[in-house]
């Protein structure tokens, strides 16, 4: 009993001693504005870092060796909330695809390329759509 008496009697003494050394006690004194300065420009910098690599990443991405006018998108209609139809330029055939989540399809090669008449049309009519083009493609207008 007269033992734990002792070590109760030395408590005090013990709580007046930090847990830490002493230097490294003093050093963690800093302001709290200093840190968050830091703590700022340093999540500032990884940030300007990401964007710099996502604008480098898209740059290099359209140097790749794409001749001009060898892959083109001529018309596009939707034909569902996620599927639509495609109508794309490969060099100098034309191919109506099937674009649908998961998957791609070629639909149909035509076999004379579609030439959209936009301004050949008479001012007062509107372009045929997609749909009046594929159809007459299809052979079925």
Known sequence: MTHVLTLLAGAPAL????????GVAAASSASPVS???????ALGAVLAAIFGLAWVARRVRGIGGRAAG?????AEV???PKERAVLIKVGSAQLLIGVAPGRVNTL???AEPIVPSVASSSPGTAPPSFRALLLK???KS
Request: hydrophobic share 50%.
């Open 15 to 22: 709580a007046s001693h930090p847990f830490a050394a002493p």
């Open 35 to 41: 840190g968050l300065g830091q703590m700022t420009l």
């Open 70 to 74: 060898s892959l083109d998108v001529l």
């Open 78 to 80: 939707r034909l569902g």
């Open 108 to 110: 149909h090669v035509l």
């Open 137 to 139: 493609s299809l052979g």
